[in-house]
C-alpha cells in the first residue's frame, strides 16, 4: 500500500510553532496524538510545538483541536487559535473580520485583518478567566483563589533565587487550560529547563500545568519567559500571557492593559472591565509542504 499523504502549513504566531492541518480539505489524521510528537520532532519530522487540526464544525466558522509536542491534548492555545483563524480566512472558508473558533474552551470570537498573502493581525476575546482552585485544577488547597500563595512545587531555595530576584509565591490562573506564575527580578537568571519540568508535574497540579516566570518593565510592560505544559519552553504562549495580563492585576503588580515581551515577540493584552481578556498578536504562514506516511 503507498504511503498516505496530507497536506501542512506551518505556521507560528509569536514564535509559537505549529503544524496545522485543513481538514476541511485534507482527511483528519486517524490517530493525531500519535502523529503529533513524529510531525512536530524539530530534527526528525516538520518540527514545532505541537499539532493542529482545523476541522468543520457545526457551531462556528472551524473547530480547532490542538495536540502538544508530547501527543497530550490542550484545551486552548491563544497563539494557535490566532493561526487557525488566519487559516480559515486565507483558505476561504470564512470572510475577514469576525470568526468564531470552537475550542476546547467553548466557542471564541476572532477578528481577523489580513495585513498580508501569508499573514493576519488577530484580536482573540479569550473569555473570563477561572479563578477558583478546584477549577483551574490546584489540588489540596481549597476552593477560593490562589494569588500569591506559598507554593510547594518550587524546589528548596537555590543559587538562582537570588540571581532572578525570585518572589516564591504563586498565582494561578485557568484560561480554559492551568497556568501558574511567578514573578522575578529578571527572567534570563531563571533555568527554566530545569525548573519547568518540575513544577508542571508536581502534585500540586493535577493536570499538569503551564508555567511563567514574569519580569515588571512598567505598569503596562511584562517581560515573560515560559514552559508549556507537554512542549517545554516556547517563543510565546497566548493563554499564559493572558494569564499572566489577570495575574498582574490580581497581585496590584501591572495594569488591565499590558504589552507582554515573549521570546518570540509581543502580545497585547487587556482584562476589560466586562471580565473578558482580549489578545491581539500576529499569525503567519512560514511555509507549506506534505507529509507522508507509511
Given at each position: 500500500?503507498p504511503?498516505?499523504?496530507?497536506?501542512?502549513?506551518?505556521?507560528?504566531?509569536?514564535?509559537?510553532?505549529?503544524?496545522?492541518?485543513?481538514?476541511?480539505?485534507e482527511?483528519?489524521?486517524?490517530?493525531?496524538?500519535?502523529?503529533a510528537?513524529r510531525?512536530?520532532?524539530?530534527?526528525?519530522?516538520?518540527?514545532?510545538?505541537?499539532?493542529?487540526?482545523?476541522?468543520?464544525?457545526?457551531?462556528?466558522a472551524?473547530?480547532?483541536?490542538?495536540f502538544?509536542?508530547?501527543?497530550?491534548?490542550?484545551?486552548?492555545c491563544?497563539?494557535?487559535v490566532?493561526?487557525?483563524?488566519?487559516?480559515?480566512?486565507a483558505?476561504?472558508h470564512?470572510?475577514?473580520?469576525?470568526?468564531?473558533?470552537?475550542?476546547?474552551r467553548?466557542?471564541?470570537?476572532?477578528?481577523?485583518?489580513?495585513?498580508?498573502?501569508?499573514?493576519?493581525?488577530?484580536?482573540v476575546?479569550?473569555?473570563?478567566?477561572?479563578?477558583?482552585?478546584?477549577?483551574i485544577?490546584?489540588?489540596?488547597?481549597?476552593?477560593?483563589?490562589?494569588?500569591?500563595?506559598s507554593c510547594?512545587a518550587?524546589?528548596?531555595?537555590?543559587p538562582?533565587?537570588?540571581?532572578?530576584?525570585?518572589d516564591p509565591?504563586?498565582?494561578?490562573?485557568?484560561?480554559?487550560?492551568?497556568?501558574?506564575?511567578?514573578?522575578?527580578?529578571?527572567?534570563?537568571?531563571?533555568p527554566?529547563e530545569?525548573?519547568?519540568?518540575?513544577?508542571e508535574?508536581?502534585a500540586?497540579f493535577?493536570?499538569?500545568i503551564?508555567v511563567h516566570?514574569v519580569?515588571?518593565?512598567?505598569?503596562?510592560?511584562v517581560?515573560?519567559r515560559?514552559?508549556e505544559?507537554?512542549s517545554?519552553?516556547?517563543?510565546?504562549?497566548?493563554?499564559?500571557?493572558?494569564?499572566?495580563?489577570?495575574?498582574?492585576?490580581?497581585?496590584g503588580?501591572?495594569?488591565r492593559?499590558?504589552?507582554?515581551?515573549?521570546?518570540?515577540?509581543e502580545?497585547?493584552?487587556?482584562?476589560?472591565?466586562t471580565?473578558?481578556?482580549?489578545?491581539?498578536?500576529?499569525?503567519?504562514?512560514v511555509?507549506?509542504g506534505t507529509?507522508?506516511?507509511?
Amino acid at each position: 500500500m503507498p504511503p498516505s499523504q496530507t497536506r501542512f502549513v506551518k505556521m507560528h504566531g509569536a514564535g509559537n510553532d505549529y503544524v496545522y492541518i485543513d481538514c476541511f480539505t485534507e482527511s483528519a489524521p486517524a490517530d493525531p496524538a500519535a502523529l503529533a510528537p513524529r510531525i512536530a520532532d524539530r530534527h526528525c519530522g516538520v518540527g514545532g510545538d505541537g499539532l493542529v487540526l482545523v476541522l468543520p464544525s457545526t457551531k462556528a466558522a472551524a473547530r480547532m483541536r490542538m495536540f502538544n509536542a508530547d501527543g497530550s491534548e490542550a484545551e486552548m492555545c491563544g497563539n494557535g487559535v490566532r493561526c487557525v483563524a488566519h487559516l480559515v480566512v486565507a483558505h476561504g472558508h470564512a470572510p475577514a473580520g469576525a470568526v468564531d473558533i470552537e475550542t476546547g474552551r467553548g466557542v471564541l470570537t476572532v477578528d481577523v485583518q489580513r495585513t498580508g498573502e501569508r499573514s493576519s493581525r488577530v484580536r482573540v476575546d479569550m473569555g473570563e478567566p477561572l479563578l477558583e482552585a478546584d477549577r483551574i485544577p490546584v489540588a489540596g488547597v481549597g476552593t477560593g483563589r490562589i494569588v500569591e500563595a506559598s507554593c510547594a512545587a518550587l524546589p528548596a531555595p537555590e543559587p538562582w533565587w537570588e540571581a532572578a530576584g525570585l518572589d516564591p509565591r504563586m498565582t494561578c490562573v485557568s484560561m480554559g487550560n492551568p497556568h501558574v506564575i511567578f514573578y522575578c527580578r529578571d527572567v534570563a537568571a531563571v533555568p527554566l529547563e530545569a525548573v519547568g519540568p518540575r513544577i508542571e508535574r508536581h502534585a500540586l497540579f493535577p493536570q499538569r500545568i503551564n508555567v511563567h516566570f514574569v519580569q515588571v518593565l512598567a505598569a503596562d510592560r511584562v517581560r515573560m519567559r515560559t514552559w508549556e505544559r507537554g512542549s517545554g519552553i516556547t517563543q510565546a504562549c497566548g493563554t499564559g500571557a493572558s494569564a499572566v495580563c489577570v495575574a498582574g492585576v490580581l497581585t496590584g503588580r501591572s495594569a488591565r492593559r499590558i504589552v507582554a515581551e515573549l521570546p518570540g515577540g509581543e502580545l497585547e493584552l487587556e482584562w476589560s472591565p466586562t471580565g473578558h481578556v482580549f489578545m491581539t498578536g500576529p499569525a503567519e504562514e512560514v511555509f507549506e509542504g506534505t507529509w507522508r506516511d507509511a
